[in-house]
């Protein structure tokens, strides 16, 4: 059986150099994963977040875990532009605006400025996203199972 696709898009009026979204963390949450679908959810609270294709992980500020009030799963080593750091890692669920639903083992918790959660690699690499700037105005798009691939070349306004 082939997961219904679930899509969400963003856009803006002008061009945009950030990717930001909502989102919801979970502590404790289940799914069917086949479909991706939402069973329940516990303890789900709302986030912003920055789509980073830059970033191998996704991330979570210390605002979301203390809004969980989770404990830490144990420590692992990050890589950044300055360096490396040893950070919590915590089990958590992330919830998009579509209703599509990833559990989220061993991320990291580090600093984040304007924003809650980083969505790296980890989970864009899932799906199907796209990004344009038509007419001066930014819009992006994902789309959970990936469904076709998107091939700008065959595209011939």
């Known amino acids: 059986m082939t997961a219904t696709p679930r899509v969400w898009t963003r856009?803006?009026?002008s061009v945009h150099n950030q990717l930001i979204s909502p989102?919801?963390?979970s502590?404790?949450?289940s799914f069917i994963e086949s479909e991706s679908k939402l069973e329940s959810i516990d303890g789900l609270?709302?986030?912003s977040a920055l789509w980073d294709t830059g970033a191998t992980h996704s991330v979570i500020s210390k605002r979301v875990v203390d809004a969980l009030g989770i404990k830490h799963e144990g420590c692992v080593p990050i890589a950044h532009a300055i360096g490396i750091d040893e950070v919590p890692i915590y089990h958590v669920g992330l919830v998009l605006p579509n209703d599509i639903a990833f559990p989220m083992p061993n991320v990291?918790?580090?600093d984040l400025t304007g924003i809650d959660v980083l969505i790296g690699m980890d989970i864009i690499n899932r799906g199907d996203f796209a990004v344009t700037n038509r007419n001066d105005k930014t819009m992006f798009s994902f789309r959970f199972p990936s469904?076709?691939?998107i091939d700008f070349r065959l595209d011939s306004d």
């Open 11 to 13: 856009k803006w009026d």
């Open 108 to 110: 990291p918790q580090t």
């Open 27 to 29: 502590t404790l949450f």
């Open 45 to 47: 609270h709302a986030f």
């Open 147 to 149: 469904m076709t691939e």
């Open 23 to 25: 989102c919801s963390v």
